[in-house]
């Protein structure tokens, strides 16, 4: 049910969805400055990998790494669904960026495109 998400929380997962990593931070960085519970390491996981896939957008393949590394290892920990959301196809998409965009690094490549994952809510929840 839609209702018991925070607008800030369901506003965020459709920037990131759209592509607008920044604006996702930053409107996810809210509900985590506030967050003192179990989910405030989620929140500072999609953070930090909304942050990351931002630093690919710009060609900073090093901060990209140490973004999606630090967002993965906050978020790996939850269930594959969790607050709503399904986790582990998330998981999965990042943790294959992360593989491709370490390969590029080494090789000293440019930033190559990717299939960005999308953050899906489950239980009739509906976003976008």
């Not at 500072?44 to 909304?50: D, E, K, L, P, W």
């Not at 999606?68 to 294959?96: C, N």
Request: hydrophobic content about 40%; glycine content about 10%.
């Amino acid at each position: 049910m839609e209702d018991r998400f925070d607008p800030r929380f369901l506003k965020g997962i459709e920037q990131f969805n759209r592509g607008e990593f920044f604006e996702c931070h930053e409107t996810l960085e809210e509900i985590w400055l506030e967050e003192h519970g179990e989910d405030r390491q989620l929140y500072q996981g999609i953070i930090q990998i909304a942050a990351g896939y931002f630093k690919w957008e710009q060609g900073v393949l090093i901060g990209a790494i140490k973004l999606w590394r630090a967002g993965l290892a906050k978020i790996e920990v939850y269930p594959p669904d969790h607050l709503g959301i399904g986790l582990a196809a998330f998981v999965e998409g990042v943790r294959k960026n992360l593989a491709e965009i370490e390969a590029t690094y080494q090789a000293r490549g440019d930033s190559p495109p990717l299939e960005v994952p999308v953050l899906r809510l489950t239980h009739g929840a509906v976003s976008g």
